[in-house]
């Protein structure tokens, strides 16, 4: 996919080794510049420690952590383990391993298969049924051998068919079109990365994310002085003096050469205050020194003293003195907050995209084995169809997490667009989708999973006592089957339970107590006459219910005719 990559994209690979941050990762350090005094207990010495060693060691770790998100999420779109030069070690692990169990396997499994054919076909008599797993036994087989012999052209096929559609559904999730998937990951990384960092390093940096991202207010004196450093750098190169800032010259090609001529394009190329502080390191003479002539801190402070800045962009310049502690503190464990609910969210989306694929190259190493299961029955069978299912799912999951993932961006991206709203707003939105959206993750995945079948499974407990009292005259068929044998009659229609006289006996002319009756309640029960009245109200209110005839209740009526000698087809 690098060849769909844009011009700003390849360069933000070659500058920060990844397609997401246009600087590199250490670049994204704040500035601190907190005058100390010689003991060490002053109060600038204070906040100078909770700045140094605490807001500046998170902030960092924030940063890497997202880092190696986006490397993971990039990682999970471009690898592909069936698809790949490292498909040739996976054909020779499964003819190592062939060698080793299929093949000495397969004459005592055909000879289990023969067997079980055989007692089936000839014994039990069921010779259709005999036939039909024989063909599925033997197409099974079959196909798993296959599998081994060309693993890159049937599994292989599969998985590249399935990257290319799981890219494919993320542009068009995040962009409404399939063309091009390959800049719309890159995009969507940066988008990421933007959210999650660029914004908030801009207010722990200056503590005003407008004035450091809008290209509008790009202050014209800091664009000279990045411009002078710019041209300083590129005079370093070769060893030729400089006059703008005291650093070692370069030989030209070496790696240090190459850092001061990316430095010198990202201040060419900047476009807002905030891209020029970002194109050169946290805390050095170029960026954070107030007395280096030429320097950014000079340029936005205007003044000697870092403390008593002049004119509109004093107090971004004073931000990261002692005066702007607490506000980062506060503002980064918010900070924090948002960034660990992204990462655990995308985080989740990104090891199942890359457990996917390796959970597909492992079901592809059981193929060995798996292709003996179906001789041993409909037990192998059934486990030779649930390995397919796992294999080909883990292939075209990515389908589904892809999906999943451009709705997260795209959300993301709304939210990102709700400018009018003040940064700190956006941000505290996003926290609180990123948070919610991890926490229901389960959900999210079980409605497109089917994880909610198990609800067909409830038992009918929740029923009221008045429809489960209905279900009664199951128990009363039951009980007048048992003695149809002494009957002779035909099948019982149940048209009205008998109502019962206190004592317990059947009413004139009724039937007596059927079998599956529970027993009469005494006189001296809880509740009283009063009670076995409400109980003979209830069983007279319970209308015949015509039941299908099962095949039990006809057997039986056959043999109380004389028709028949003996229930169901076999000897008593």
């Known amino acids: 996919m690098a060849g769909e990559l844009s011009g700003p994209a390849r360069r933000h690979c070659e500058t920060s080794g990844f397609v997401a941050a246009p600087a590199p990762t250490g670049d994204y350090g704040i500035d601190v510049h907190i005058e ?4 060490g207990l ?11 060693m605490m807001v500046t060691p998170l902030w960092m770790s924030l940063v890497w952590l997202v880092h190696a998100l986006v490397v993971m999420l990039e990682w999970a779109f471009t690898i592909d383990l069936l698809d790949s030069p490292a498909a040739s070690g996976v054909s020779r692990a499964l003819q190592r391993m062939q060698a080793a169990i299929t093949e000495p396997w397969l004459v005592l499994a055909l000879a289990t298969a023969s067997a079980l054919a055989a007692y089936n076909g000839l014994l039990r008599r069921r010779v259709a049924e005999t036939l039909g797993q024989a063909v599925v036994m033997v197409a099974m087989m079959a196909g798993g051998l296959w599998l081994i012999a060309e693993p890159t052209g049937t599994v292989g096929a599969l998985g590249a068919w399935a990257n290319r559609a799981a890219i494919g559904t993320l542009a068009v999730t995040v962009r409404g079109t399939p063309a091009h998937p390959g800049q719309a990951l890159a995009d969507s990384m940066q988008a990421v990365y933007s959210l999650a960092i660029e914004g908030p390093w801009c207010y722990l940096e200056f503590g005003a994310v407008d004035w450091c991202s809008d290209p509008a207010q790009l202050d014209p004196k ?9 041209a300083g750098e590129r005079s370093l190169v070769g060893c030729r003096s400089t006059q703008t800032l005291i650093a070692p010259c370069a030989p030209s090609g070496s790696a240090e050469a190459g850092t001061l ?4 394009e990202l201040l060419k190329e900047a476009r807002s205050n905030g891209a020029i502080f970002l194109a050169l390191p946290a805390n050095g003479p170029g960026r954070n020194s107030i007395s280096a002539q030429g320097s950014l801190l000079q340029a936005i402070c205007r003044s000697p003293d870092e403390t008593r800045c002049e004119g509109p962009t004093a107090s971004q310049a004073e931000f990261r003195t002692d005066s702007g502690t607490w506000s980062r503190v506060g503002g980064l464990l918010l900070i924090t907050v948002g960034v660990l609910g992204m990462v655990l969210l995308l985080g989740f989306i990104a090891v199942r995209l890359l457990s996917a694929a390796t959970l597909g190259l492992l079901c592809l190493l059981l193929a060995p084995g798996m292709v003996l299961a179906p001789a041993f029955g409909e037990g192998g069978r059934a486990l030779f169809r649930r390995w397919v299912s796992r294999l080909i799912g883990a292939v075209v999951a990515k389908l589904l997490f892809s999906f999943l993932l451009g709705v997260v961006l795209a959300v993301e991206g709304i939210l990102a667009s709700m400018v009018a709203l003040g940064w700190w707003t956006q941000w505290l939105l996003m926290s609180a989708f990123w948070w919610g959206a991890y926490l229901h993750r389960h959900e999210a995945l079980g409605l497109t999973g089917g994880a909610l079948s198990r609800e067909h499974h409830r038992p009918v407990r929740f029923l009221p006592g008045r429809l489960s009292g209905a279900l009664r005259p199951h128990r009363v068929l039951l009980g007048a089957g048992r003695r149809l044998g002494d009957a002779g009659s035909g099948p019982p229609e149940v048209t009205r339970r008998p109502r019962r006289s206190p004592a317990g006996a059947p009413t004139a002319g009724g039937p007596g107590p059927l079998a599956a009756d529970p027993p ?13 009245a409400s109980e003979h109200r209830l069983e007279g209110e319970h209308v015949g219910v015509q039941e299908p005839e099962s095949s039990v209740l006809r057997d039986a009526r056959e043999v109380a005719a004389g028709r028949k000698k003996y229930l169901g087809i076999g000897r008593p």
């Open 222 to 230: 800091l664009r000279e002085a990045g411009l002078q450093i710019a």
């Open 520 to 532: 009469p309640r005494s006189e001296s029960n809880a509740g009283g006459a009063e009670g076995t």
């Open 42 to 52: 002053g109060s600038g010495d204070l906040l100078a420690a909770v700045q140094d």
């Open 36 to 39: 100390t005094g010689l003991t």
């Open 261 to 264: 001529q990316r430095g010198a």
